[in-house]
Structure formats: C-alpha cells, structure tokens
C-alpha cells in the first residue's frame, strides 16, 4: 500500500511564505509524476504545479514566479515552496503521485493526500 502524507500548511499574513512536503511510504521503487492541487471553498480542486521523474515543472499561472515546486526522489517527496502568499492562495493543498511503480513492476495511478489547510491572511 502506498500513503500520502502532507505538512506544513498554516496561517501566514500576505506576502509571507510557506513550505508544503508531501512524502510517500510503502512499496516504491519510483514514481513518474508529481503534483500539488488545491481546493479552495466553493471552489473546483485545481492543479497548482506538477513535476515530471525527469524534472520539468508546469505552474498554474495564477502562481508562476511564486510558487516552486520540487522533488527528492531518494524520499519519494515533493515540495512546494509558496512565496509572495496572497490571500487568494488560501486553500486546502493536496499531493498527487501518478505512475507509481512497485517492486514487483505493477504501476498505479490516483494517489492523494488527505490534504493540508494553507491560510493567508490579508
């Protein structure tokens, strides 16, 4: 089985900065594609950022030159590093993992977070 877990939501005042991880655990042996989304209330779920295995980023343009995404994939982790916070980033953020590969060659999709609370106050 494999668990999502993110940290590092909280309250922060507009224009501070905050860092999300998402670390994965159970039977890894990689994982393709990375994301964070995030839902804010009333709102559709909507993608923030994502990241390839090999490293390229895509960024909703609502957070480019804000936001940056990030990977360590000794820890099956991502980060999400939220500079410049606007009250309009207040959501709940969750992490997404696709094409993950198990030990055994079987890969599976559809991974997610239970999600962590980013509320930025103006």
């Known amino acids: 089985q494999v668990q999502l877990v993110e940290s590092g939501g909280g309250l922060v005042q507009a224009g501070g900065s905050l860092r999300l991880s998402c670390a994965a655990s159970g039977n890894i042996f990689s994982i393709n594609a990375m994301a964070w989304y995030r839902q804010a209330p009333g709102k559709q779920r909507e993608l923030v950022a994502d990241i390839t295995s090999g490293g390229s980023t895509n960024y909703a343009d609502s957070v480019k030159g804000r936001f940056t995404i990030s990977r360590d994939n000794a820890k099956n982790t991502i980060y999400l590093q939220m500079n410049s916070l606007k009250p309009e980033d207040t959501a709940v953020y969750y992490c997404?993992?696709?094409?993950?590969?198990?030990?055994?060659?079987?890969?599976?999709?559809?991974?997610w977070g239970k999600g962590t609370l980013v509320t930025v106050s103006s």
């Open positions: 997404n993992f696709e094409g993950v590969r198990d030990y055994t060659g079987r890969t599976r999709g559809g991974y």
